[in-house]
């Protein structure tokens, strides 16, 4: 038919074959080619046709780069009509993940056979989007209201069985998948089987007060996005009009998504996230180190969230801790862990067994000897990690890539104290590290191609998400947190309160506000940090007073009970405590600031203002390669909306001409030294551009 779809003859069987890799995505040549195909069978000799794709998977889905350009025929909805409307039987062959578009492909055709190993899911959510080629009208049509929101609701794939189960595939099977549904086509033939189009089934009827309920499930959960209500009231449409009214009523809606920002914003972040990937000047053919034994050491928290992500992996992990205490306390840390993901329902008790027999303990650096990679992840100390490299440079094997975990230290300076800096890499993991994304691999001057090719990789079969930074204080995220935590702690000094910053960056989308994710870290983390800086390192001392006073009457956040908040021993839950606003108007009075009200637009413009002029520097300095970088570390490593689509992305959302007149006000309300805006944003501001325009002329380039 053209180069991605080819149609032939298997005795009475006419197949199509999609081939467009690398996940069969639906562009505009599939569409035509599968059009072309279906017409073609009407006229020939075939009793019945099989979709099928080549290739690792069935198709993914429409095409998402064609998404934001103007739609070119053959419209999907249209073509999937054509293939229902088919007078011969229509089968789908599933293999891999069949996708969003893919999928609703599979249901236009009159039955589906997968193979075992198969997923089937609905992620348009995920892109701000629900599904847009009848999957809203024909999937409650085969399993029920409450099934089909569910799946289009989380975006998460199910299993072949469980979709046979929902009657969403007919057949399952195992082994050489096209030869299977060779056969199932002819076995239908044989029996003389109907053709069975979706859309002329009914939908089960369900309760009025079901559509309320889920409404209500869906606007907390989604929190903000709008994709998921569409999708419901898509959804409702299936029950109350005709499946042609339905369905144009599903494109109405889907279009509208379509132009919206919200799926703009998530449509940048999938890209951003395989962009992420690429190293510029590392060709796709560096070689890579083989890892097959880890070692982890340091048994807190990190290491012990580390190990985990390792072995639920697959990776045996040895972990090392000073002494016998020490160790048994970070094997029962990642213990009590494996129980809480049985509990939450994220492994069986007995993947949970088998992940946790790959952990083993020691406190001799000789055990280290064999593992391909070490991992650090002591506390922050500059001195101590000094120490330990020096100690793994005499006992790892040659070729073993030495990685640490520091959040801030000069990866430098800790590649310095071996004989093999260009075996040194910084795997900065973010807690708890067996549940957050985000991995930031931090390449050190020395590093070598083949170790970071090697690290970036891994991050992916760790299911990471691997981002790459340059060696600065705080690497690119918490390197920008700091401008972020400092407005967030002006504006209580300067006449707001812990529950009102936290709850305007929250109603903005952040996962959590800026006072309560000072109180998960632990205050005393950013006390320590600084006592370790020279005076003017340590940034503007109003920004950190407060949290100062309250480290030292020992409250150190949810660990000890209270910090700015307190916190109940049993559930912690929070609660404010009018002493930390007696600590806020004594510290204001001592500086000399007149308390005022600040509205939550002020608070939200200033803490993300920040973080954008930051990260501009960050992007000028190129310790992030490419803007969209950051916006894949904000938004899975610090809870921002991805409906947003990362600090870059919102900054040329909301333009950069209204970006810069706001820091250029905040610059001269509160002056210079917190907000001269970055050389960057004046420059593109000023030429009218935007950033991403700016990153891929420097791709280009
Ligand atoms: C939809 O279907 C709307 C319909 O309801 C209605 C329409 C009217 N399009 O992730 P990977 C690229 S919305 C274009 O690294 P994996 C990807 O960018 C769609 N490109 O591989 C990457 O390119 P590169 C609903 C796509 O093995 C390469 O393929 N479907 C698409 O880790 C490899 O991707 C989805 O949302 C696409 N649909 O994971 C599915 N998909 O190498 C989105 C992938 O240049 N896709 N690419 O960087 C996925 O979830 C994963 O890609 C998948 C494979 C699980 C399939």
């Known amino acids: 038919m053209n180069s991605r779809v080819s149609y032939e003859l298997v005795e009475t069987v006419g197949v199509i074959t999609i081939d467009n890799p690398p996940v069969n995505a639906l562009s505009q040549a599939v569409r035509a080619g599968i059009l072309d195909a279906i017409r073609a069978s009407r006229a020939d000799d075939s ?59 599979a249901l236009a055709c009159h039955y589906r056979i997968a193979l075992d190993s198969a997923s089937i899911g609905l992620p348009e959510v ?26 289009m609701a989380s975006g998460k794939p199910i299993t072949a069985a469980r979709a046979a189960e929902l009657g969403l595939v007919d057949k399952v099977v195992s082994g050489e998948l096209r030869e299977a549904a060779l056969a199932y086509t002819n076995e239908l033939l044989a029996a003389g089987a109907p053709v069975r189009r979706v859309s002329e ?22 929190r903000g996005q709008i994709a998921p209500l569409k999708m419901l009231e898509s ?70 969230g580390i190990a985990m992500t390792f072995a639920n992996a697959d990776f045996p992990v040895v972990m090392l801790e000073i002494n016998d205490a020490a160790l048994a306390r970070g094997l029962s840390i990642v213990d009590r862990n494996y129980d809480g993901s049985v509990k939450r329902g994220k ?103 083949d170790v970071l090719a090697t690290c970036m990789a891994l991050g992916k079969k760790i299911r990471k998400i691997p981002v790459m930074s340059g060696v600065c204080y705080g690497f690119i995220g918490n390197r920008m947190l700091q401008p972020y935590f400092r407005e967030g702690q002006l504006c209580l000094i300067e006449g707001s309160t812990p529950e009102r910053v936290d709850a305007a960056m929250q109603e903005w989308g952040m996962a959590m506000g800026p006072i309560s994710v000072g109180d998960l870290a632990g205050l005393d983390v950013g006390y320590k940090a600084r006592e370790a800086l020279a005076i003017d390192e340590r940034g503007d001392p109003k920004s950190f007073r407060v949290s100062d006073a309250l480290v030292e009457m020992g409250r150190l956040g949810q660990k000890s009970g209270a910090g700015f908040y307190t916190y109940d021993a049993e559930t912690r839950v929070k609660s404010s405590d009018p002493v930390v606003l007696e600590v806020i108007v004594q510290a204001a009075k001592a500086l000399d600031v007149e308390r005022r009200e600040i509205d ?21 300095e190129g310790i992030a390669q490419r803007p969209s970088d950051i916006d894949v ?24 001409d209204k970006v810069l007149a706001r820091v250029t006000e905040f610059r001269d309300r ?32």
């Open 201 to 222: 089934l009914d939908v089960d009827p369900v309760d009025s007060s079901l559509f309320d309920e889920l409404r209500t499930t869906l606007a907390r959960r989604a």
């Open 126 to 151: 995920k892109l701000g989007l629900f599904p847009g080629a009848g999957g809203t009208q024909r999937i409650p049509r085969l399993a029920g209201v409450a099934a089909a929101v569910d799946l």
């Open 670 to 701: 509160f002056g210079a030294a917190n907000w001269t805006p970055a050389p960057l944003l004046q420059k593109l501001a000023a030429e009218g551009s935007t950033i991403e325009a700016w990153a891929a002329a420097a791709a280009n380039g």
């Open 600 to 620: 939550a637009d002020e608070i939200v413009d200033r803490l993300i203002y920040s973080l954008v002029n930051e990260g501009l520097r960050v992007v000028e």
């Open 347 to 449: 492994l069986s008790a007995s993947q949970a067994t088998a992940c946790r027999e790959l952990i083993s303990g020691t406190t001799d650096y000789a055990a280290l000897a064999q593992c391909d990679l070490v991992i650090e992840a002591v506390f922050e100390d500059p001195k101590l990690k000094q120490d330990i490299f020096a100690r793994l440079d005499k006992c790892c094997k040659d070729g073993a890539i030495l990685a640490t975990n520091t959040s801030y230290q000069d990866v430098d300076e800790i590649a310095a104290a071996t004989d093999r800096p260009e075996d040194v890499i910084g795997l900065h993991f973010f807690s708890p590290a067996h549940i957050m994304k985000l991995l930031e691999v931090v390449r050190g001057e020395k590093t070598a191609d």
């Open 235 to 304: 959804v409702q449409a299936a029950l109350t009009l005709p499946f042609a009214e339905g369905l144009a009523q599903e494109r109405e809606l889907f279009l509208e998504l379509m132009r919206g920002s919200q799926s703009n914003a998530l449509r940048h972040v999938f890209f951003a996230e395989r962009t992420a990937a690429k190293i510029r000047g590392l060709p796709r053919e560096t070689p890579r180190r083989e890892i097959k034994q880890v070692g982890i050491i340091g048994g807190g928290t990190m290491g012990g």
């Open 47 to 105: 009793k019945a046709v099989l979709i099928c794709c080549a290739g690792r998977t069935f198709s993914a889905g429409a095409d998402i780069s064609e998404f934001g350009k103007p739609p070119q025929e053959p419209f999907l909805p249209d073509l999937l009509n054509e293939i229902e409307a088919s007078d011969k039987l229509v089968v789908a062959a599933l293999h891999g993940t069949a996708l969003g578009g893919g999928f609703e492909t």
């Open 633 to 656: 570390v904000y938004v899975y490593g610090y809870g921002f909306p991805a409906w947003r689509g990362g600090p870059m992305h919102y900054a040329d959302a909301v333009g950069l």
